[in-house]
């Protein structure tokens, strides 16, 4: 099994800080937008652009949401065990407000389809976006793109992308694992 | 988390105190899903769900078929009264032509002790005993300890006594099963007519003062009198059982420290306990109405995991 870095911490940081203008660029103050990582993983890259958000561009207030879209998920059984389930937490309403999906990797898109359909229990948002930090082209299973996009691969089937966070596994790294 | 070591939820007697973490942790899950506005998920869509009840049930009949309905499972309900049991049909006759209309699942109450049992070694499909007899009915236990540990944090370590006909009730064994699973003390408390002669073997101790039970204990389950089952007398009047062995609020008040009540239902108000304990903020009775639902997703969730 080999693997190589993707994309080092410093790029890492240099995508997020682009990520948080372009978000910036269309939801201005946040105001009717709340960001919804998608569990587990996505939570991660949420969390990292809500707090440049704040900290960095003075954004007061944005309203930050984790959804798991485990029971919401087409491949129930279809798997060895069953499906792990993590917390939802959204204390806002996303009625008629925008909603941005955020996950780190986009591959076949079964996970932002659950998501489609799990966000619906909330409300009824006026416009969903999605906010991918790593693309995988030509991997689609579904009609679905990202809005914005951190770094686009080309990384064929038997290739995993490993996304790895200073505060889950300890570093700031992408890396391509050859299985 | 990894799944559950079972294929059929039979006994609380068959799991592992894994098992039961695991429905604990899923319920949680569930439970922040049916606080929802929008109750339902669609997890089990592709599901079918037979509801078959040999005895009567409100409870958890409906518990089940809303727990089943939550996760998107079709539902067919059977009640034992209006089908051709009456004509003489056998358990497993009438089971397997039901399960040749593609049903993957069976939600079973029977009268007989050991009927899920029998029937798991002789139909394919997942079982869920939802009470066999005076044997058990463990996802009332289940929601028992998981209304525990939501009200006092943890389950192991507590001090449990469950009051009433331990004898007749298939809750009081399935409830001693996982609360020594998880690691809680057992007294049980009653008529000594109404205690098992065996009853001790399992683990727990026999008190039949119930002040001194009460003092002893973090929570107390009231059980019913069931009286459909008492088939001789075991206690001379309800009268005097209830001065013996019912709760009211004096006597709660009079303890030396807040206990919670709990009760599996339905409710003879003013006999195990009266109205205002059965209503007092002490009472998780609702808590665990609602629990109930969770708790039994959780179980059909990952059991219909397991179907493949």
């Known amino acids: 099994m080999g693997q190589k870095v993707l994309l080092s911490e410093k790029e890492i940081n240099i995508i997020l800080h682009r990520l948080a203008c372009q978000l910036l660029e269309n939801h201005l103050d946040f105001k009717d937008t709340a960001l919804v990582g998608i569990q587990p993983r996505g939570t991660f890259v949420a969390q990292r652009l809500t707090k440049i958000l704040k900290e960095e561009y003075g954004v007061r207030h944005v309203d930050l949401g984790f959804l798991d879209i485990t029971f919401y998920r087409d491949d129930f059984r279809r798997g060895e065990k069953p499906l792990e389930a993590n917390k939802t937490k959204i204390d806002f309403l996303v009625e008629d407000r925008k909603v941005v999906f955020i996950d780190d990797v986009l591959y076949t898109g079964r996970s932002i389809r659950a998501a489609l359909t799990a966000i619906q229990s909330f409300g009824r948002p006026s416009e969903i976006e999605l906010l991918t930090l790593i693309d995988r082209r030509f991997s689609r299973h579904l009609p679905i793109q990202p809005n914005y996009r951190g770094r686009q691969v080309d990384a064929i089937n038997e290739e995993k992308v490993k996304v790895h966070w200073k505060e889950n596994e300890g570093e700031d790294v992408i890396y391509l694992i050859n299985k | ?308």
């Not at chain 2, 683990?203 to 107390?220: F, M, Q």
């Open chain 2, 1 to 308: 988390m990894s799944e559950l070591s079972v294929k059929h939820l039979l006994g609380i007697k068959y799991l592992t105190e894994k098992d039961i973490q695991l429905i604990f942790e899923t319920a949680d899950h569930f439970k922040e899903v049916i606080n929802r506005s929008i109750k339902k998920v669609p997890s089990l869509r592709d599901i079918t769900i037979a509801n078959i009840f040999f005895e009567n049930s409100t409870r958890t009949k409906l518990s089940f078929e809303l727990a089943e309905k939550r996760l998107s499972a079709d539902v067919i309900n059977f009640s034992a009264g209006q089908s051709s049991v009456k004509k003489g049909e056998t358990l497993i006759d009438t089971v397997n032509n039901i399960l040749s209309m593609k049903v993957d699942m069976v939600v079973m109450r029977h009268p007989n002790p050991g009927a899920g049992i029998f029937l798991s070694k002789h139909v394919n499909a997942s079982i869920v005993n939802a009470g066999d007899g005076a044997h058990e009915h463990p996802t009332q236990a289940l929601l028992d300890s998981y209304s525990i540990r939501e009200k006092l944090g943890d389950v192991s370590g507590k001090n449990v006594v469950i009051v009433g006909d331990i004898l007749h009730s298939r809750v009081a064994l399935s409830n001693i099963f996982a609360l020594k699973l998880q690691g809680a003390n057992v007294k049980v408390c009653g008529p000594k007519t109404l205690l098992p002669k065996y009853v001790e073997s399992l683990g727990v101790e026999v008190e039949t003062d119930l002040r001194k039970a009460l003092n002893w204990c973090d929570v107390a389950n009231m059980l019913r009198i069931q009286n459909e089952r008492l088939d001789i007398s075991y206690f001379p009047t309800t009268r005097e059982y209830t001065q013996q062995f019912g709760v009211n609020k004096k006597l709660l008040d009079s303890l030396d420290k807040e206990i919670v009540i709990m009760h599996p239902g339905p409710i003879n108000r003013g006999v195990e306990i009266t109205t205002d304990v059965a209503d007092s903020k002490q009472s998780i009775i609702l808590n665990q109405v609602e629990n109930g639902v969770a708790i039994r997703m959780a179980v059909i969730y990952l059991l219909a995991s397991k179907i493949k």
